[in-house]
């Protein structure tokens, strides 16, 4: 390109913006009003989460001492490459402002071919809800993110779907079981490119899993084996509230835009040809928006519901099905009481508003940085930053600059304080169990005792290896049944994924190399 054609280029991409901005004010506002309360509450608070992300980039780019393997990885790759231009202490923040501004273009985008109004569906989404956990743990905001992109161009006809669906899953793994939703392209060449697309990133996550742990499945059976294969012991009801939380002030605009369109659709089904299939498919491919939410909808649902333990973020994806009904219920509550059109930007603004009173009146406080810098503090006091540590705050202490793995389980802590390991607990972290027994820690020898703190274990410690912890959870929990019970569990990726399904753990097992068998509980043939 020629100097001048570079410059002319550089000139209309600046007048475009300009233009975009004043004619976009409120939605430009709204951005920037996220993106400062996104900064401000990672600068005022420590995530657990993000921490972990940070140091599984800091592990493969920096020579970090931490990794933890069930951990999708686009948020450390994005962090990672962040940090070329500001350092770790900035990449965060950078973050940050990338995933904020891939939601608003992602609500810009879908708006735009969905023919809504941007700014007011843009109002909708930051409720007091998304604004607490769209970042607070991570990845939920930017995998929601590239899920309204991917729809955006399912709806657009376009394959590029299956790269925004893809890196969607390997941002949150909640999103692997979506894939169905581009067959909603209605065309077999582009559900078939848009599938590849998918699997094509994906792939490049198992393949990595491969070549560094033995198993493509490694990651992805670890996150399982947490937060669902070992958990169906606590299975938790649905909780309503939770729901509550996440659609609240949009409620009855939810139910009436929801209501809308089930009664256009039925109506439309009602006048088509009867038993005309091709009547009935160019009806899905009109209304392909609507069945697309409809199937958002009812996924977003089943998803959380068949989650063992409940939390309200497991609900994040409902979040876009709730935005679009519930402008849709806004929109029809304009039109009856012949409001002008762009009235519909101002309603959305308020609600936006009082999303902010929930905000302040409700939001959770969460954790600082502060107690947790106390204990750092006292290791340095007391000469033991060298020592092996182990901590329940394991991840915020490795982020904090101190190496340290997970604590020890109740059954064999003395053992680990007389190999020489250093124990650092916090009480605010809530687990395990003993760090409110006062009589059990009495026995313990105890270099130092506060009102939230406890350091136990022997001034003479155990040197700190220098060595990475990058062990699995699947590999702690094998460790501590055989510490405690005698005998080995099957930790195999295909034996946690496919227990129940035959065949399926037999072409997992064929796969990698172990013949087409199946396993039992304790790793024998079955």
């Not at 600046?14 to 975009?20: S, V």
């Not at 995530?47 to 020579?63: C, E, G, I, K």
């Not at 560094?212 to 670890?222: M, R, V, Y």
């Not at 274990?457 to 700190?464: A, I, L, P, R, V």
């Amino acid at each position: 390109m020629k100097p001048k054609e570079k410059k002319s280029s550089i000139t209309k991409a600046g007048k475009a913006l300009i233009d975009f901005i004043k004619n976009n004010k409120i939605f430009v506002f709204l951005f920037l009003f996220s993106t400062s309360y996104f900064l401000y509450q990672n600068i005022t608070t420590i995530s657990w989460d993000l921490s972990v992300y940070v140091l599984n980039a800091q592990y493969w780019f920096s020579d970090g001492f931490y990794f933890e393997t069930l951990r999708p990885p686009v948020a450390p790759l994005l962090i990672a490459f962040f940090n070329i231009f500001s350092g770790w202490g900035g990449a965060e923040l950078l973050y940050i402002i990338f995933t904020s501004g891939v939601f608003a273009f992602s609500i810009y985008k879908f708006s735009r071919i969905a023919r809504l109004n941007h700014t007011g569906l843009y109002a909708l989404s930051l409720s007091f809800y998304v604004l607490l956990w769209g970042l607070s743990v991570g990845t939920e905001l930017l995998s929601l993110a590239f899920l309204i992109l991917a729809t955006a161009y399912i709806i657009s006809s376009k394959p590029v779907s299956g790269l925004f669906l893809g890196l969607s899953a390997m941002t949150r793994y909640a999103a692997l079981g979506l894939f169905p939703i581009l067959l909603f392209h209605f065309n077999l060449k582009r559900i078939g490119k848009s599938l590849l697309l998918f699997f094509g990133v994906v792939f490049l996550w198992l393949l990595y899993n491969y070549f560094a742990f033995g198993n493509f499945l490694e990651s992805i059976a670890n996150q399982y084996a947490l937060n669902v294969l070992f958990r169906q012991d606590v299975i938790q009801p649905v909780n309503l509230r939770h729901f509550l939380e996440v659609q609240n002030i949009l409620i009855p605009f939810f139910i009436l835009g929801l209501a809308f369109v089930i009664y256009k659709l039925i109506k439309e089904i009602a006048s088509s040809k009867k038993d005309s299939l091709k009547s009935l498919a160019g009806l899905a491919k009109k209304r392909k928006t609507e069945l697309l939410m409809f199937a958002l909808l009812i996924a977003s649902i089943y998803s959380y519901a068949s989650t063992p333990t409940k939390l309200s973020r497991y609900l994040f994806f409902l979040v876009f099905p709730t935005i679009y009904f519930g402008y849709l219920g806004i929109k029809g509550v304009i039109s009856f009481f012949r409001i002008p059109e762009n009235g519909i930007t101002y309603f959305c603004a308020a609600i936006f508003v009082l999303n902010l009173g929930l905000l302040i009146e409700y939001g959770p406080h969460f954790e600082r940085e502060e107690p947790y810098q106390e204990g750092i503090q006292i290791l340095e006091e007391l000469n033991l930053t060298h020592c092996t540590l182990r901590s329940n705050a394991w991840p915020i202490v490795n982020y904090l600059g101190i190496p340290a793995s997970p604590y020890p389980r109740q059954e064999v802590l003395k053992q680990s304080l007389e190999a020489g390991e250093i124990l650092l607990l916090y009480t605010r972290v809530g687990e395990p169990e003993y760090v409110f027994d006062e009589i059990f820690l009495e026995e313990l020898p105890t270099l130092y005792k506060g009102r939230n703190i406890y350091v136990l274990g022997e001034e003479n410690c155990k040197e700190w290896e220098g060595l990475p912890y990058t062990e699995t959870y699947l590999q702690r929990l094998r460790s501590f049944i055989y510490e405690t019970k005698g005998h080995e569990i099957n930790i195999n990726p295909c034996f946690i994924m496919f227990q129940s399904y035959g065949l399926l753990e037999k072409g997992c097992n064929l796969i990698h190399g172990k013949g087409f068998i199946a396993e039992d509980k304790h790793g024998n043939r079955d």
